[in-house]
DNA sequence: ACATGATTGCAAACAGGTTGCAAGAACCAC
DNA sequence: GTGGTTCTTGCAACCTGTTTGCAATCATGT
């Protein structure tokens, strides 16, 4: 396994970008910067993990409608600012993007307690070639998340809700 | 990349297990041996790839009702019999599985027409077991699926519905 | 300040999936 | 075979995550 990402080392989501810069980036694309969406940003670009449309609307604290959250996270995953990500649950879950870094990386999942550990490894690139080749896809991409018991539940503690296997 | 099953080389799926020994498999589970059972199983056995619950229901023509395809894939999945896909459009997808065999395995699906190739590679055990140490998570697994253009599509002719990416 | 079109709130609609309940089988024991 | 016990099924209601139509509201360019 390697890290896919030559460029740096340290994991990209550390990286907290200014809020301004979101927001211009919001401009750029034409996009009118509301009261949602700046909080929407904002409480992405402090959290690490992916959250979900209900997190964020409950971290947002009755700041707009869970509707509104929905349509806004659609319209910043189409523009790039956001990336989506399926752990598994039925819920859809985004992480702020650099501009520099697309996002692809993926997680690691407690079953038993939800805790999310960010993963930077993957497989090597040619091994996606490869299958690309020997079954002729073109733009061939790739999900991959790992599941597990942290350390405190396998402990016995385990607190929340479960998540499947 | 290596083939994580050492034991035999050819794909898994691709083995038809005989009704008789899939409906034994019911009663040494206790499980009763109905109409919609068989006929689900029998569907099962003569696809290679995985089904959704309307998939399987349709299959069927009006054998039952969508609630007991549903119910029925549930207690097959307890008992071990199929194993349960998640493709990434909202629907979980089921395949058969044989006694010596765990299933484990991956797909490529064309994010135009849907089609899905089943993927024998896995990268090497080793990657998840450090892993797993690396965050002390405990019975670590993974799910990993692949996505792309299937040459048809990318030749043009796209036809059915979509998928994400 | 105004005009205009993008954005929002709200409620209704969807889609996949689950569930309570009464009727209908399997299956086991005689 | 007959009968009973227990598992299954059909049906409809329900649940959760997500989408959408529509009228009201607001961000932005002039
Ligand atoms: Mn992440
Ligand atoms: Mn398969
Ligand atoms: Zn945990
Ligand atoms: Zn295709």
């Not at 990402?5 to 340290?10: A, V």
């Not at 790039?80 to 690691?108: C, I, K, M, Q, Y």
């Amino acid at each position: 396994m390697n890290n896919p990402c030559g460029q740096h080392q340290h994991p990209h989501r550390l990286i907290q970008q200014p809020l301004d810069e979101l927001t211009d980036r919001l401009r750029r694309h034409s996009r009118r910067v509301t009261g949602p969406r700046q909080a929407i940003l904002d409480v992405l670009r402090r959290h690490q993990t992916p959250m979900s449309n209900r997190d964020i609307h409950a971290a947002l604290g009755q700041m707009c409608d869970l509707a509104t959250v929905y349509r806004n996270l659609h319209t910043l995953e189409g523009m790039g600012l956001v990336r989506r990500f399926d752990l598994g649950d039925g819920a859809a879950r985004f992480e702020l993007v650099t501009p520099e870094d697309d996002g692809h990386h993926h997680h690691l999942v407690c079953t038993r307690c939800s805790l999310v550990v960010e993963i930077d490894d993957c497989f090597p690139p040619e091994f996606e070639q490869a299958l690309a080749q020997r079954h002729r896809f073109a733009r061939i991409s790739h999900r991959l998340e790992f599941f597990g018991v942290c350390s405190r539940c396998e402990a016995g503690e385990s607190r929340p809700g479960p998540v499947e296997a």
